[in-house]
């Protein structure tokens, strides 16, 4: 044995538990939302709150809208019209990193179709009328997201369609081009009276 060499020592374990440590205090740091953790709360609308595809205020439209929170973006992504929140979670070039959806409950709106400042909803859980006879925010028909089942139905009753859940909404009616309706036809989307 050579006195000028230090003993060898097994690192490996050390490391091991060091990239472990490190590991755990980055996923403590990254932003990421633990499974069990109750997600964000919906965001209050304000003036400045502008459509993410359409790039217009949301005050300017009629009907129900939605927002999107994401996990590494301090503001929602906010939607003019509910099949746009669905579109945004389709399409491949959109972020993946959400954390939570909500809409807003029809079953709360005015007989002018926009309901109260909060009257967000879990997008998981609403019951979504499509398919009906009532226009949305764009001039063009929408799913109508409600809280409650019976609203859903009640609405149905008054101008058709049929309801869906938020895994059940068919990806062929979200992507479709609307139809724009200009005429008194189709009234717009508001609570049953």
């Given amino acids: 044995m050579n006195r000028l060499s230090p003993p060898r020592v ?8 060091g990239a472990a440590l490190f590991s755990l205090m980055l996923a403590g740091c990254g932003g990421h939302q633990d499974a069990s953790s109750p997600p964000p709360p919906p965001v209050a609308m304000t003036d400045e709150a502008v459509g993410h595809y359409c790039g217009m205020n949301l005050y300017e439209h009629i009907g129900p809208k939605g927002q ?9 992504v906010w939607f003019s019209t509910i099949r746009e929140v669905f579109a945004y979670t389709i399409l491949p070039e959109e972020p993946k990193t959400i954390v939570a959806i909500y809409v807003q409950d029809m079953g ?20 979504y009328l499509i398919e009906s006879g009532a226009v949305g925010g764009m001039g063009a028909p929408d799913a109508l997201p409600f809280a409650r089942l019976e609203d859903a139905r009640a609405y149905a009753e008054r ?4 309801i869906v859940g938020f895994r059940d909404m068919p990806e062929d009616y979200v992507l479709r081009a609307p139809e724009l ?13």
């Avoid at 097994?10 to 538990?17: D, E, G, V």
């Avoid at 709360?108 to 019951?127: E, M, V």
């Avoid at 101008?159 to 049929?162: I, V």
């Fill in 10 to 17: 097994n690192n490996a374990p050390i490391r091991l538990i």
């Fill in 68 to 76: 999107i929170l994401l996990r590494d973006r301090d503001i929602p």
């Fill in 108 to 127: 709360r709106a005015d007989a002018d179709g926009n309901p109260p400042a909060d009257a967000w909803i879990d997008a998981k859980t609403a019951h």
């Fill in 159 to 162: 101008h058709g369609g049929r």
């Fill in 181 to 193: 309706t200009f005429g008194t036809d189709r009234e717009p989307a508001g609570a049953p009276s």
